[in-house]
Nanobody, 121 residues
Framework: QVQLVESGGGLVQPGGSLRLSCAAS????????MGWYRQAPGKERELVAR???????NYADSVKGRFTITTDNGKNTVYLQMNSLKPEDTAVYYC???????????????WGQGTQVTVSS
Protein backbone atom coordinates (compact mmCIF):
# COMPACT_ATOMS: atom_id res chain seq x y z
CA GLN A 1 0.00 0.00 0.00
CA VAL A 2 2.78 2.42 0.98
CA GLN A 3 6.48 2.40 0.22
CA LEU A 4 9.28 4.54 1.60
CA VAL A 5 12.33 4.47 -0.65
CA GLU A 6 15.57 5.93 0.63
CA SER A 7 18.64 7.00 -1.30
CA GLY A 8 21.83 8.96 -0.83
CA GLY A 9 23.85 6.90 1.60
CA GLY A 10 27.47 5.98 1.06
CA LEU A 11 31.03 6.36 2.22
CA VAL A 12 32.33 9.81 3.10
CA GLN A 13 35.41 11.15 4.84
CA PRO A 14 35.16 12.90 8.21
CA GLY A 15 34.08 16.50 7.70
CA GLY A 16 32.25 15.64 4.50
CA SER A 17 28.59 15.90 3.58
CA LEU A 18 25.81 13.64 2.37
CA ARG A 19 22.18 14.21 1.53
CA LEU A 20 19.65 11.47 2.18
CA SER A 21 16.28 11.37 0.44
CA CYS A 22 13.16 9.38 1.24
CA ALA A 23 10.16 9.32 -1.07
CA ALA A 24 6.80 7.97 0.06
CA SER A 25 4.46 6.50 -2.52
CA UNK A 26 1.28 4.46 -2.69
CA UNK A 27 -2.27 4.95 -1.48
CA UNK A 28 -1.47 8.05 0.56
CA UNK A 29 -4.16 10.40 1.80
CA UNK A 30 -1.99 12.49 4.07
CA UNK A 31 1.31 12.45 5.96
CA UNK A 32 1.70 13.92 9.42
CA UNK A 33 5.26 13.44 10.69
CA MET A 34 8.34 12.40 8.75
CA GLY A 35 11.74 11.71 10.18
CA TRP A 36 15.08 9.95 10.17
CA TYR A 37 16.38 7.42 12.64
CA ARG A 38 19.68 5.57 12.71
CA GLN A 39 21.06 2.39 14.14
CA ALA A 40 24.75 1.73 14.64
CA PRO A 41 26.12 -1.81 15.16
CA GLY A 42 25.36 -3.02 18.66
CA LYS A 43 23.20 -0.01 19.48
CA GLU A 44 19.50 0.70 19.57
CA ARG A 45 17.75 2.68 16.88
CA GLU A 46 17.69 6.38 17.76
CA LEU A 47 15.96 9.49 16.51
CA VAL A 48 18.12 11.74 14.35
CA ALA A 49 15.64 14.37 13.19
CA ARG A 50 11.92 14.72 12.78
CA UNK A 51 9.52 17.21 11.24
CA UNK A 52 5.77 17.63 11.55
CA UNK A 53 3.29 18.64 8.88
CA UNK A 54 3.07 21.97 10.69
CA UNK A 55 6.76 22.57 10.14
CA UNK A 56 8.08 21.91 13.63
CA UNK A 57 11.41 20.13 13.74
CA ASN A 58 13.47 18.45 16.42
CA TYR A 59 16.95 17.03 16.33
CA ALA A 60 19.09 14.75 18.42
CA ASP A 61 21.58 16.79 20.42
CA SER A 62 24.44 15.00 18.69
CA VAL A 63 23.46 16.35 15.26
CA LYS A 64 22.18 19.83 16.05
CA GLY A 65 23.90 22.44 13.94
CA ARG A 66 25.21 19.83 11.51
CA PHE A 67 22.10 18.11 10.10
CA THR A 68 19.03 19.70 8.55
CA ILE A 69 15.72 18.00 7.83
CA THR A 70 13.46 19.37 5.11
CA THR A 71 10.43 18.15 3.19
CA ASP A 72 8.90 18.57 -0.24
CA ASN A 73 5.25 18.02 0.53
CA GLY A 74 4.26 17.99 -3.10
CA LYS A 75 6.53 15.01 -3.64
CA ASN A 76 5.92 13.33 -0.27
CA THR A 77 9.68 13.41 0.21
CA VAL A 78 11.86 14.10 3.20
CA TYR A 79 15.54 15.00 3.03
CA LEU A 80 18.36 14.93 5.54
CA GLN A 81 21.31 17.18 4.76
CA MET A 82 24.26 15.97 6.79
CA ASN A 83 27.31 18.23 7.09
CA SER A 84 30.51 18.00 9.11
CA LEU A 85 30.09 14.26 9.35
CA LYS A 86 31.91 12.37 12.08
CA PRO A 87 32.87 8.70 12.37
CA GLU A 88 30.27 8.34 15.12
CA ASP A 89 27.56 9.21 12.57
CA THR A 90 28.23 5.85 10.91
CA ALA A 91 25.00 3.85 10.98
CA VAL A 92 22.12 2.56 8.92
CA TYR A 93 19.71 5.46 8.47
CA TYR A 94 15.98 4.74 8.31
CA CYS A 95 13.21 6.95 7.06
CA UNK A 96 9.95 6.98 9.03
CA UNK A 97 6.59 8.52 8.26
CA UNK A 98 3.15 8.57 9.81
CA UNK A 99 0.76 8.10 6.93
CA UNK A 100 -2.98 7.87 6.51
CA UNK A 101 -4.05 5.73 3.56
CA UNK A 102 -7.28 5.22 1.68
CA UNK A 103 -7.68 1.92 3.53
CA UNK A 104 -7.33 3.09 7.11
CA UNK A 105 -8.60 6.24 8.78
CA UNK A 106 -5.86 6.40 11.43
CA UNK A 107 -2.21 7.25 10.89
CA UNK A 108 0.21 4.32 10.72
CA UNK A 109 3.98 4.18 11.08
CA UNK A 110 5.88 3.20 7.94
CA TRP A 111 9.62 2.56 7.62
CA GLY A 112 12.08 2.55 4.78
CA GLN A 113 14.52 -0.26 4.16
CA GLY A 114 17.50 1.70 5.46
CA THR A 115 20.56 3.19 3.81
CA GLN A 116 24.13 2.79 5.05
CA VAL A 117 26.16 5.85 5.92
CA THR A 118 29.83 5.24 6.66
CA VAL A 119 32.12 8.04 7.78
CA SER A 120 35.73 6.97 7.58
CA SER A 121 39.08 8.12 6.30
Amino acid sequence: QVQLVESGGGLVQPGGSLRLSCAASGSIVSISDMGWYRQAPGKERELVARTTSGGRTNYADSVKGRFTITTDNGKNTVYLQMNSLKPEDTAVYYCNAQIRTYFRSSYTDYWGQGTQVTVSS
